[in-house]
């Protein structure tokens, strides 16, 4: 009966961040795969020393930087980046954690022992200078930047898919498909995961924002994207040293980091209220 | 004489508990050394109050806790704690069907999966067949073929009971054991699901052990009874012995208790229990009923009673139950 | 006559949903008398407990009051202030809980939280206060209250804890109990002894129960008198004996008959159960005219459309269908 009365609150809440989130993203990712069309100009090879550190005009609407590029077209296509460091390291990270963190959960004893020591052990080490170790030894690249990041961030998922089969395994219908035969990987994927699913994307979704920080964060240390294409965070090393001259050399690149990553939590935050089981079983 | 379908011989299953470190780490004797059998058609009713190990025996019974000792007999085949059972010839012989119809149903599967897949992994792969047998054993709990693609929450109490009775039965298996399949429904639906069990019983030739505390389930569903108190069966026997001949003080302190506003059971009040029940993990020495029991003597603290012969078929473990009644 | 303890006249309880009003309790009446004890019986959802806590002021968002008078002892208290409702609470009119443990205080001991009613509404001193409570656990016999006295709630079994809940409910010597599924949490056994208990405080101290379960037999047992509600309103209401002999609403008889009883099948032998068909409305779908014909045998044209007005039965009984008389 409470019920009745929270959710229309819910829904709104759901509701404003979920459409918001949502198209951040969106624009995020229409720039990324439409960048050969909405581009004004090639990101790397239009480069054009008369033009050099302009500041916006209609010509170039994020102004240009010290070699003459368009920063705008720069940014569009360091989207691509940007966004695929996210999204590829996020799939890595939530495969290897949920199927640590079902398997942990459900099998319990010795593996859930080891799984746990692993995930406290990488909730420890700060995941960005582990991801930095793996950098300094694969080299840079993107490559290995999805490595990287892929490879360090999974304790969270990994986590809540844990603690998501500990409260669904006494339940009774993951005790009949014991019953009715079911192996124990069946029961895992065809009757737990699809019940946790929702909190999971919700953590995929925030620590996509995570990865693309961090994706800045490596770039701007020169261990990430190598010059000469774009991504926005070596889009930020390159401008560190005129950021009081051309000022929009950082500021376009750092805006386009901070709508997506704040869109992308949005999204999160509008999912987790939208999954939330409570409303959807209300929905019924 | 049929083959039991299932028996039991001193089945035992015990949980160690608390820590090492704090306090020490005790035996919860959950289930302790039960013996007994169900026949192929017969219903077997198991009766007993929270703590007496029912649940646990529930899920010993369907494979799902390893026995700590004893043995256990399922269709012919031996299963004892050392070598789990052929789960897949367990689920085409022994099913269940749980207490609580919302939490036994995964909400993310429809009618049609929840009976489909069962069948196709256990071979049946012919699409028409599996269609076949989803309606036909939807038909046979009472569902519409059109609502085999329903999520269960859009179906109330009664009707999700129905689908777990459809799961547990769709194997065609030859026990079922029903754990407090009514006591989780609305009054008015329980005769429903109560009269359903009964004519699938018949139906499908089914043998059920019946969990409840509900006595008037009880007597009115089983050929046999068994109550249990603190992980052991303190009485057996056919239902009408149980019922209006009980020899255990506490099968007498159970139906004493029920609420008898037509005053036409055969036991007096005078026979209710005292006190709280025990817990298993500290039961009391000799019987374990002894604290609450209105025959308490010496011997009663001294030595668990035999579980003696009352009656052909009928045994109760008291000292006096030759004089009780 | 003499003017009855607690009057409820034409009680409407409004229950707020998503942008629509729904009516939980529609048209409830009842009366209880002094030292009397009255049953109001009926399924989850029908409205009976939170009847009760309206009785008791303790009607929360989205639920509120929409209509009725509830008179306690000649005076009107559905509109007092929310501080002489605390006063009237625990001294005249006091509450006990389906489930004691969310009702205790964790973190007190069990014996100071019986003390406290008589520091709070009698102005005892706390060392005077404690050694009452110390009698208030002996009361309601639990075995050595000056060891008990300083258990916190979760020392002891449930049962206990509704031993506990009972004395502090008694303490002052309300003048009504209300009772809200007070033994559905506990075992049979253990149920048969709290009701007894209850039954023989409130007689020797005169209270008056309001007993609220969904288990006729139980309430029959205990209460004189007995009302039914089925989604939000009294069908039937009638002396306890008279309910089971003569029950006058196709719902009751419904219920009567649907209910397996103990000793019945071996009088008769095993007869099928009678059922009540379909399912309980849920409140946004309550049918219109009498709420129960989709389910009832007897329905008519009339039943779908007319809401049927209480027609007297003998001893001040009530029922409201078309069909009688």
């Not at chain 1, 929009?248 to 509008?270: E, K, Q």
């Not at chain 2, 004493?256 to 059971?265: L, M, N, Q, V």
């Not at chain 3, 007070?182 to 002894?193: F, I, K, N, R, Y």
């Amino acid at each position: 009966m409470s019920l009745a009365l929270k959710l229309p609150r819910l829904r709104l809440k759901g509701g404003t961040s979920l459409w918001v989130g949502g198209g951040l993203v969106a624009i995020a990712i229409s720039s990324a795969i439409l960048a050969p069309w909405i581009a004004l100009t090639d990101p790397v090879l239009d480069a054009n020393l008369m033009n050099a550190e302009l500041p916006p005009s209609w010509e170039f609407p994020f102004g240009t930087d010290a070699q003459g590029r368009d920063i705008y077209s720069r940014i569009v296509w360091g989207a691509r980046v940007s966004l695929s460091v996210g999204i590829i390291s996020q799939i890595c990270n939530s495969l290897i954690g949920v199927t640590l963190g079902l398997t942990a959960g459900y099998w319990g004893g010795w593996w859930d022992d080891l799984v746990s020591g692993l995930t406290n052990l990488m909730l420890a080490i700060p995941s960005l200078v582990f991801a930095l170790a793996i950098m300094a030894i694969l080299g840079p690249g993107l490559v290995s930047l999805v490595i990287a990041l892929g490879l360090t961030s999974w304790s969270y998922s990994c986590r809540i898919a844990r603690a998501q089969v500990l409260s669904l395994k006494s339940q009774g219908y993951i005790q009949a498909a014991r019953i009715l035969g079911y192996g124990d990987l069946r029961i895992m994927f065809t009757q737990i995961l699809p019940n946790i699913l929702g909190p999971l994307i919700v953590i995929a979704t925030l620590g996509m924002g995570g990865a693309i920080l961090a994706e800045a964060a490596l770039s701007f240390l020169g261990l990430g994207i190598r010059p000469p294409f774009p991504s926005w965070g070596s889009m930020l090393s390159e401008a560190r040293d005129q950021i009081t001259t051309a000022p929009w050399l950082s500021v376009f690149p750092g805006l386009a980091i901070f709508f997506t990553v704040l869109g992308l939590n949005l999204l999160g935050d509008g999912l987790r209220d939208y999954l939330d089981p409570q409303s959807t079983t209300r929905r019924g | 004489m049929a083959e039991p379908l299932l028996s039991l011989d001193d089945l035992a299953v015990h949980f160690k508990v608390g820590n090492a470190l704090a306090g020490g780490i005790k035996t919860l004797k959950a289930v302790d050394g039960v013996t007994l059998d169900v026949k192929p058609g017969e219903c077997l009713g198991l009766v007993g109050e929270s703590g007496c190990g029912k649940s646990t025996l529930a899920l010993a019974i369907m494979g799902l806790l390893p026995p700590t000792r004893g043995a256990m007999n399922v269709d012919g085949q031996q299963i004892s704690g050392a070598t789990p059972p052929d789960r897949m010839k367990m689920a085409r012989t022994v099913q269940m069907v749980f207490q609580d119809p919302y939490a036994s149903l995964n909400p993310r599967q429809t009618v049609r999966r929840t009976l489909a897949d069962p069948l196709r992994l256990h071979g049946i792969t012919d699409k028409a067949e599996v269609e076949a047998r989803v309606i036909d054993m939807m038909a046979k709990v009472g569902l519409r073929p059109e609502q085999a693609d329903r999520y269960p929450h859009e179906f109330s109490g009664g009707q999700r009971q129905r689908i777990g009775i459809a799961r547990a039965l769709i194997l065609k298996p030859k026990l079922v054991l029903c754990d407090e399949p009514v006591s989780a429904l609305d009054v008015s639906i329980r005769a429903q699901i109560i009269n359903l069990l009964l004519e699938l019983k018949d139906e499908m030739g089914l043998a059920y052990i019946m969990i409840s505390h509900d006595l008037g389930v009880v007597e009115h569903v089983s050929d046999r009874v068994a109550v249990m108190y603190l992980g052991r069966i303190v009485e057996q026997g056919g239902w009408q012995e149980i019922f209006e001949n009980p020899r255990h003080p506490y099968t007498r302190a159970l139906i004493a208790a029920i609420p008898d506003p037509f005053h036409r059971a055969a036991i007096s009040a005078d026979a209710k229990a005292r006190g709280e029940i025990a817990s298993a993990l500290n039961p009391p020495s000799g019987c374990h009923f002894n604290p609450r029991c209105p025959l308490k003597a010496d011997i009663c603290t001294a030595e668990y009673p035999a579980f003696g012969e009352v009656s052909p078929g009928h045994r109760a473990a008291c000292h006096f139950r030759d004089r009780v009644g | 006559m003499t003017t009855p303890l607690l009057k409820v006249e034409n009680l409407r309880i409004a229950l707020a949903g998503d942008g629509v009003t729904y009516d939980a309790v529609e048209n409830v009446s009842f009366e209880i008398g002094r030292g009397e004890a009255f049953g109001l019986v009926g399924e989850s959802g029908c409205g009976k407990s939170i009847t009760a806590l309206s009785v008791m002021g303790l009607l929360r968002r989205p639920l509120s009051l929409a209509g009725g008078r509830i008179i306690l002892d000649g005076k009107e208290i559905q509109n007092v202030s929310a501080a002489e409702m605390r006063r009237l609470r625990g001294k005249r009119i006091a509450m006990i809980f389906q489930e004691p443990m969310t009702a205790l205080n964790p973190l007190s001991p069990v014996g100071r939280q019986i003390a406290e009613m008589f520091v709070l509404h009698e102005g005892a001193n706390w060392n005077e206060a404690m050694d009452r409570a110390e009698d208030a656990l002996r009361q309601v016999r639990v075995p050595s209250p000056e060891r008990r006295i300083k258990d916190y709630p979760h020392q002891l079994s449930g049962g206990m804890r509704q031993r506990v809940m009972i004395a502090i409910a008694l303490a002052c010597g309300p003048d009504l109990l209300v009772a809200d599924e007070p033994t559905t949490a506990l075992d049979v056994t253990v149920q048969a002894e709290i009701i007894d208990l209850m039954a023989e405080l409130c007689a020797a101290k005169g209270t008056a129960v309001l007993m609220i379960s969904h288990d006729l037999g139980l309430v029959a047992n205990m209460c004189q008198r007995v009302a039914v509600m089925y989604a939000g309103r009294i069908v039937e209401s009638q002396v306890a004996d008279a309910i089971f002999a003569t029950p006058t609403h196709p719902y009751t008889q419904g219920l009567i008959d649907s209910l397996p009883r103990l000793g019945e099948r071996a009088r008769r032998g095993r007869q099928k159960l009678s059922e009540i068909s379909g399912v309980v409305p849920s409140i946004a779908n309550y049918p219109a005219g009498c709420r129960f014909n989709p389910r009832c045998p007897a329905v008519t044209d009339v039943c779908r459309t007319i809401v049927p007005e209480a027609t007297p039965l003998p001893a001040d009984g009530v029922v409201r269908c078309h069909h009688h008389g």
